[in-house]
């Protein structure tokens, strides 16, 4: 589904993502792990259309969108729900939402309303808040409120940045387990995480970055039998 | 009964009576000017306040649109509405040649190149003496007029400029309320975040510089036809500073703020002219200047959310005490 080859990003003369190529099969969800500088956040921004590349090219379903701006990757099918949330803090959750599908707007405005009925479905937590400010809801509530306003772009692949950031154990679980229901409806996932054991679990493959490289991939048993990764992001003491 | 049904009723109300019982010219030259400054805050309010850009070049369309309708009814004879048609579509196409450049700046530099815009139209108002007059201006404006009907009072004006604002004003309500208006207000608050949602904020942004430009042309196309003279003077930076002021002090973002700043700032300078040399016998017009700035540092302080929000039984944002409650 998402195709990169050879990509290449820099931030002035800082070379922040050197030379990657990765494949993202459609209905996978990867779980990208490394620590703060990697390139994750670069990557997924750089996928997302909101950073451009120096090298490389973006397939996406075989057709190239390296160098798109943001909006037309939306309205190809991908969404990115960025690390800080971002969500509109002086809208309301209704208003976030309708944003979320800003591009098709026009084209389906009585869909809207069954889409954000499918939302609040898939978020219950959010249902009676519609009228609320987005900046009076909780941690928790703020980051569904963000995947929600990614999913009404109606994506076949969702970007999801550290989703996990200051939130409650309880919460992670709720939000790890909601990711594994949007699998089950054929939404294609690449989650960064730092909160690698939460990730781990709901992951089909991983992928580990150092310095803007790739270092590993596999499957989840494979990545935590690797002493090396262990010993990197599972917090494991050495032996 | 809809908000802005009531609204409209409110105005509609207003125009008559005050046309109806209002005698003094004074006060309707006050009223009149009041409504072309809030004509153009409209317009500033939707660039400052939804899509969070600033200008300091405001009066430069203003006095473009002015210039347009003075030059094409006195040297090329064009009929006045044609001549205000052009006065609006003019300083539109300059927005949008100009726009796409400089809005491409953020906060301060952005204000620093509208600026920087205003000061050379400012200079060409002044300099390109054939077609402006330079610093003695144009004069024998005609009064506009459609069809046999002259606005040639200052009553028959004051409706004009009042119907013309209210139209703005319902419209306004309409444009922020929609898909663009929310989309404008996702851009205020984070340009990063709209992107990502898949909102192109270059254009938006654009349309919105475009507007507020067709806007304050149309402010001063309607000036000209007032005021029947015009000169660079009205159409320097301060005015342009003034109208950012009457915005912020109205409240950015809000449905009155417009309409409340330019009423307060231009009721402020009006009455301090009146009133200081009453309390300072013998006080110079820079005792007015000081006491008007000290008024204006108070309101920033005391209400830098801007005046509008004293009315908050008309605030349509939803929840925004427990909002506020929940930033501290």
């Not at chain 1, 390139?39 to 969108?65: D, M, Q, R």
């Not at chain 2, 409110?10 to 004074?26: D, R």
């Not at chain 2, 008007?292 to 939803?318: C, H, N, Q, T, W």
């Amino acid at each position: 589904m998402l195709r990169i080859k050879n990509l290449s990003v820099y931030y002035g003369y800082v070379h922040a993502i050197k030379d990657i190529s990765l494949e993202v099969k459609e209905g996978e969800l990867l779980v990208i792990l490394g620590a703060n500088g990697a390139g994750k956040s670069t990557l997924l921004g750089t996928a997302a259309g909101l950073i451009k590349p120096a090298a490389g090219e973006i397939l996406f379903n075989n057709k190239a969108v390296t160098g798109q701006t943001s909006e037309q990757i939306v309205s190809k099918g991908i969404s990115l729900i960025p690390e800080k949330r971002e969500i509109f803090t002086t809208l309301t959750v209704l208003d976030n939402l309708l944003l979320g599908a800003f591009h098709r707007y026009r084209k389906n405005k009585e869909g809207l309303k069954n889409d954000i009925k499918e939302i609040l479905g898939i978020f219950p937590a959010l249902k009676g808040r519609e009228r609320d400010l987005a900046g009076s809801l909780s941690g928790g509530l703020q980051q569904m409120l963000a995947i929600g306003r990614g999913l009404m772009s109606r994506p076949a692949l969702l970007l999801l940045d550290e989703p996990s950031v200051g939130l409650a154990p309880l919460i992670v679980q709720e939000i790890m387990a909601i990711l594994v229901n949007l699998k089950k409806t054929g939404v294609t996932i690449v989650l960064v995480e730092q909160n690698t054991k939460s990730a781990l679990k709901v992951a089909d493959s991983v992928l580990v970055m150092e310095r803007g490289g790739i270092t590993h991939r596999g499957s989840p048993l494979e990545i935590t039998a690797n002493s090396s990764i262990q010993e990197a992001y599972l917090g494991r003491a050495r032996s | 009964m809809k908000k802005t049904t009531i609204f409209g009723i409110i105005i509609l109300l207003f125009i008559l009576i005050v046309s109806l019982v209002v005698k003094s010219n004074y006060l309707f030259s006050i009223l009149i000017i009041i409504g072309l400054y809030a004509i153009i805050v409209q317009g500033l309010g939707i660039l400052m306040g939804y899509a969070g850009q600033v200008s300091f070049g405001h009066a430069a369309f203003y006095g473009l649109g002015a210039y347009t309708a003075a030059i094409l009814t006195t040297r090329y004879h064009w009929p006045t509405i044609a001549a205000l048609l052009a006065a609006i579509i003019l300083p539109g196409t300059i927005a949008a040649l100009i726009g796409r450049q400089t809005l491409k700046l953020r906060e301060l530099y952005l204000a620093l190149a509208t600026l920087g815009f205003g000061i050379l139209v400012f200079i060409a108002f002044n300099e390109g003496r054939e077609f402006t007059g330079g610093p003695s201006g144009i004069s024998s404006i005609p009064f506009l007029n459609i069809g046999s009907f002259a606005f040639d009072s200052d009553r028959k004006f004051f409706v004009l400029v009042w119907a013309v604002l209210a139209l703005l004003l319902l419209g306004i309500n309409n444009l922020v309320h929609s898909r663009t208006g929310r989309a404008l207000r996702a851009i205020r608050e984070s340009e990063y975040a709209a992107e990502n949602a898949g909102i192109d904020s270059a254009s938006l942004k654009l349309q919105a510089f475009i507007f507020s430009a067709l806007l304050a042309g149309l402010a001063g196309g309607l000036y000209a036809f007032y005021i029947t003279f015009i000169s660079p003077a009205a159409f320097s930076y301060h005015a342009s500073i003034e109208f950012v002021l009457m915005a912020v002090v109205g409240g950015l973002g809000t449905f009155w703020g417009p309409l409340l700043g330019a009423a307060v700032i231009v009721a402020l300078s009006e009455i301090l002219r009146e009133v200081v040399p009453l309390l300072i016998p013998g006080a110079g017009g820079e005792y007015q200047i000081i006491i008007y700035g000290i008024i204006l540092i108070l309101l920033m302080v005391y209400k830098p959310e801007g005046l509008s929000s004293l009315g908050a039984v008309f605030d349509r944002s939803p929840k925004r005490a427990e909002q506020n409650t929940n930033k501290q």
